[in-house]
């Protein structure tokens, strides 16, 4: 597992259990708002939608919050539109970035997104710079204790996953775009509960990052996705264990 794939996980982690609950349901509402507007408000004829509930619940988000979020998205309540947009940027060592953002006003974003950017070492890219460096692909996370790996393994391939990783505390579970929907859905039926599904951005190769720019490209990731429009972002680094153990640590 790469080290940007491990701090990631480490931040999921911290994420559902710190201060950070209140961001992290406006982010999942705005998927929710999207989803339904793009696909309706019928999850069981929206698959976007239906990933969008089924992240929301696994992290207890109210199930008023969600109700209030699909009528938003479908117009029977009012709400804001939302814009998707992706920006593609380099950050230290000459870390390749994909910056999905949902946003009521792209100017402010683009502003928000480029100053992060110059302050913490980085700089917008332009039109496909970076996106050639990544697969579009699904990813499904599931806690260890949810399911055995090999009871997993046989279920996820047979459903067409393309690979599994066990990172100690939870399998990952990768799957081609095509084939996301399919998968998930299997798990599901499967009663095997997911922390999280969604559709990502994998690097193709991983750029190998040192100790002397290590913080400054977790400084980076960390202020981009604490960045209130800013709801994923994808990158290409490759930090050794110990260095981002005693990193994630501070």
């Known amino acids: 597992m790469s080290g940007h794939s491990k701090w990631h996980s480490i931040r999921f982690k911290k994420g559902i259990l710190d201060a950070r609950r209140g961001k992290l349901f406006s982010r999942l509402a705005k998927e929710i708002i999207v989803a339904a507007k793009a696909g309706g408000g019928d999850p069981d004829n929206n698959p976007r939608l239906r990933t969008a509930i089924a992240n929301a619940r696994a992290v207890s988000m109210p199930n008023d919050n969600i109700t209030r979020a699909v009528k938003r998205g479908t117009g029977e309540l009012e709400g804001v539109h ?31 997104v480029r100053t992060i950017l110059t302050r913490k070492g980085g700089a917008l890219a332009g039109a496909n710079a970076v996106m050639f ?3 579009h692909k699904g990813q499904i996370r599931i806690a260890a204790g949810k399911t055995s790996e090999e009871d997993l393994f046989l279920l996820a391939t047979e459903a067409g996953a393309e690979d599994i990783e066990n990172d100690g ?32 951005y994998v690097p193709k190769n ?28 994808h990158a290409n680094f490759d930090i050794p264990d110990e260095v981002l153990a005693e990193l994630s640590a501070e």
């Open 169 to 200: 505390g939870a399998f990952t579970v990768t799957t081609s775009f095509e084939d996301f929907e399919t998968v998930r859905g299997a798990i599901e039926a499967a009663g095997i509960e997911m922390e999280s599904a969604a559709l990502v």
């Open 82 to 112: 939302y814009e998707e947009v992706l920006y593609e940027a380099y950050g230290p060592a000459g870390v390749a970035l994909l910056i999905e953002v949902l946003t009521d006003n792209r100017n402010r974003s683009a502003s928000d």
């Open 206 to 233: 991983y750029v190998p990052v040192g100790r002397d720019k290590a913080k400054q490209v977790l400084d980076l990731m960390n202020a981009l996705e604490d960045c209130d429009d800013v709801q994923r972002v």
């Open 133 to 135: 460096q990544f697969d």
